[in-house]
């Protein structure tokens, strides 16, 4: 295959957009050691994904220009590398590709054997491939910060979470009604009905003066927000949580860092807490099984063909998807 090309969509430089991204014909890339090559059914897009075009993980990411964008694939395994025992040709999988190199958008893509889980028949490439960042980052926030057992087992609790009809959020929802609380949604007016049936079980439009200062229409007071909006200062949060209440700030900035650090030194028992994704394959696994079993549900905003990736770009750098934006070569 060392000569074979495919189809890729790619960036040379930081900034430009939509109109940074170009067509290209690349090699096929080969897996290393601990790696599988997947014929890519379905990719999806995070704001990750432009954030890093933009710069603002300089000087990290990308590793190198030109870089091929896109973390999360799903599909049908191609060949692996010699240390990887666990995967055979035609598998069907969804996997993250290393977040370092990306990949995503393009016919074929490498993925990390760390990061890559098999899928089972029912769950289709488009439905799985919104979980390993947004899926995960939701799974992540509730889990561990905010505590929430998604067996139902823990203690009730009230949570909030903004920007509920989001990648992240639409998945948070429906993960944290699997615990035992009681959560409370923000998003726009015109996807109010959706997140209900999604489980939420009240929810306010973030544009009107309720929605704005997060009230909850019950009078209750968080215990974890689940925080996937942008710009919402403290001073918002701070009266609505409960004695020990937390925010987890899934989008932090040197100003949150801060003010967690701050927190913690005063000992408030009120915490913002900054969450960064720490991707595990046990629990990409668990939100298949998830899916397999009709317990969570990806919802598409929209689909666009690899030859149109432009397109899917600029809808995810409008910051208006419901739910997730899928890619399919
Ligand atoms: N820490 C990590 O590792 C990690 C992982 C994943 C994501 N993130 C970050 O988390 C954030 C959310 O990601 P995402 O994939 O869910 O984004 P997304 O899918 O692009 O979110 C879009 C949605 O957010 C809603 N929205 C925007 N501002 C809102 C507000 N103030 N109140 C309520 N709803 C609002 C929009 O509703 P309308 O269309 O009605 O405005 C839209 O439905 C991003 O900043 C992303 O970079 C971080």
Redesign the pocket.
Known sequence: MANEIMHAVQYDSYGGGPSGLKHVEVPIPNPSKDEVLLKVEAASL???DW?VQKGMLWPFLPSRFPNIPGTDVAGEVVRVGPGVKNFKAGDKVVAMVNPRNGGGLAELAVTMKSLTVARPPEVSAATAVGLP??G???H??LVQPAGIKLDGSGQQANILI?????????YAVQLAKLGNTHVTA??????IELVKSLGADEVID??TPE??ALKSPSGRKYDAVIH?????PWSTFEPNLSANGKVI????TLGSVASFALKKLTFSKKQLV?????PKADNLDYLVKLVKEGKLKTII?SKYPLAKAEDAWAK?M????????IVEP
């Open positions: 995070n704001p990750f954030k960042v947004a995960l980052t939701a992540q926030a903004t920007a509920a009809s989001g990648g992240v959020g639409l923000t998003c726009g007016a015109r996807n973030y544009k929605g704005a996937c909006a942008t710009g919402i700030d899934i989008t932090p900054p969450l960064l994704l720490s905003d995810s409008d910051g208006h998807a419901t739910g997730k934006i």
